[in-house]
């Protein structure tokens, strides 16, 4: 079974300082991995997503997450944060023999103080 | 840009009270998908669809739920006999053939069984 830990429940920062959401995955194959954000009363956007290809991988809004297999995390980050990216953040992972069914973390709320 | 809608956005229904969740996914999507989210856990997967039958299940879909696609347009799920622990988010998303595990979602239905 494959799972995915997020660290964090909550995270503040204030606007212009470093975003940094922290994801950690279980999987006994490699998994796919993604970060999908939910702005109140909004559906689920994919971020960005990790499929086996760069481990460095760019998404929208100037969010960026590193695959790193030795330490099984898959932290998201942003250089400068923006009010507009107060939301709740989702790491999730594709489940073991299933390229379809998606398991989401717990999530992390991200506030940024003006 | 193509969103996926879903209607209502909130429900209220009596225990025993049959439900229906309407989902219109991207227009050129061929796999459709419901989630759940009870209030303060994690997003949970129910369900995946393609060419009009059920590709996957989790242990929640039990025979009091069941999918369909109508008319082409629409994708529903029904509850057959609602329970207070159905009470949840509900998410519709949806993906091309093309753009593996890239999944579209929803806003969500808000279901509250009393």
Same mark, same amino acid.
Request: charged residues 15%; glycine residues 6%; negative net charge.
């Given at each position: 079974a494959q799972s995915v830990t997020q660290l964090d429940s909550h995270v503040s920062v204030s606007e212009g300082t470093p975003v940094l959401l922290r994801c950690n995955y279980s999987s006994s194959y490699s998994p796919s991995l993604f970060w999908y954000v939910q702005h109140p009363n909004k559906g689920l956007q994919l971020l960005l997503k990790y499929?086996?290809?760069?481990?460095?991988v760019k998404g929208i809004n100037g969010f960026e997450a590193e695959f790193k297999k030795s330490e099984t995390s898959f932290h998201l980050t942003k250089p400068s944060a923006h009010m507009s990216d107060a939301a709740e953040y989702f790491c999730v992972v594709t489940i073991s023999g299933s390229a379809r069914q998606l398991t989401f973390g717990s999530g992390t709320q991200l506030t940024v103080l003006p | 840009e193509p969103e996926v809608t879903q209607t209502p956005s909130h429900q209220v229904t009596q225990m025993g009270q049959e439900v229906i969740l309407r989902c219109v996914p991207i227009?050129?999507?061929?796999y459709f998908y419901w989630y759940r989210q009870i209030l303060g856990q994690k997003v949970e997967f129910l369900v995946s669809f393609y060419n009009n039958e059920i590709s996957e299940k989790s242990e929640?879909?039990?025979? *009091?739920f069941s999918v369909e696609r109508?008319?082409?347009s629409n994708f529903t799920l029904k509850i057959r006999s609602t329970k207070l622990e159905d009470s949840a988010m509900y998410f519709c998303a949806s993906s091309t *053939?093309?753009?593996?595990?890239e999944q579209y979602f929803g806003p969500g239905t808000r279901l509250t069984v009393t």
């Amino acid at each position: 079974a494959q799972s995915v830990t997020q660290l964090d429940s909550h995270v503040s920062v204030s606007e212009g300082t470093p975003v940094l959401l922290r994801c950690n995955y279980s999987s006994s194959y490699s998994p796919s991995l993604f970060w999908y954000v939910q702005h109140p009363n909004k559906g689920l956007q994919l971020l960005l997503k990790y499929t086996s290809a760069a481990t460095l991988v760019k998404g929208i809004n100037g969010f960026e997450a590193e695959f790193k297999k030795s330490e099984t995390s898959f932290h998201l980050t942003k250089p400068s944060a923006h009010m507009s990216d107060a939301a709740e953040y989702f790491c999730v992972v594709t489940i073991s023999g299933s390229a379809r069914q998606l398991t989401f973390g717990s999530g992390t709320q991200l506030t940024v103080l003006p | 840009e193509p969103e996926v809608t879903q209607t209502p956005s909130h429900q209220v229904t009596q225990m025993g009270q049959e439900v229906i969740l309407r989902c219109v996914p991207i227009s050129n999507h061929l796999y459709f998908y419901w989630y759940r989210q009870i209030l303060g856990q994690k997003v949970e997967f129910l369900v995946s669809f393609y060419n009009n039958e059920i590709s996957e299940k989790s242990e929640i879909f039990d025979d *009091q739920f069941s999918v369909e696609r109508p008319d082409g347009s629409n994708f529903t799920l029904k509850i057959r006999s609602t329970k207070l622990e159905d009470s949840a988010m509900y998410f519709c998303a949806s993906s091309t *053939q093309g753009t593996v595990y890239e999944q579209y979602f929803g806003p969500g239905t808000r279901l509250t069984v009393t």
